[in-house]
DNA sequence: AATGTTTATCGTAATATTGCGATATACAAA
DNA sequence: TTTGTATATCGCAATATTACGATAAACATT
């Protein structure tokens, strides 16, 4: 098949595997880390940085943007991508509190 | 092309992305989950619980033992696994590291 | 207005992942 | 020894993801 059968699974362990997914890509990480290194917005220079085709770069922010990780904030012609950090905030205690529930028991 | 181009990122951010993409699909999520649920390990009526054929969950477990999060013993004809604590904490503070020194800058 | 710049989207090629039937292997039980 | 049970691996089909050229859209610059 080849298929993920997301219907088999709970809406949470969905939501937490998607999340995951989202950040399981070293370009993501690295564009992540690159806006985060800048003490302000970077417009994309993302581009020039991470070493990817603009299109390609672009499809990997859309990702980041849908679960909420980053802003873009329209400025004139150029794109102004920030680190939500309320989300950001939020997706770090999620996932915590995941690994604080799930890693207790063992043999 | 569809590659993911590991070579123009460092190892840090591939290990990274590399274990964010292991706990990134939701029947391994379930898998850990249920391993944890148990008291003690859990020989494999995984198959039964999750819903997905066995080679199917056998693939999943190889690969969350690739990482090291989870350890199976062989008792007999079975195989008993159960969630390597240390390493489990060792990944949760090693992902923690990653949004506590990316999180910050914003506009 | 014409041209350049920046970003998003479309379309497509290529690789990766997922899922499972068939089979192999290893041990258990009879 | 034969049969059953549990798990891993192989091979394949199908879907998903990644990457990017071409192009569109929106604004800037001249």
Redesign the pocket.
Known sequence: ?????TDIFDSRQNKLAGIF?VL??P?RIAILEYISKQNACI??DI?EEVG?????I??????LKRIGLIE?EIE????CYCIAQDRWKEIQSYLNTFFNETGTHCC
């Open positions: 098949m080849g298929l993920t059968k997914k399981g890509h370009a417009c994309s581009v990817l085709a603009q299109p390609t672009s499809q990997h922010l859309k990702e873009g004139g012609n150029k794109v």
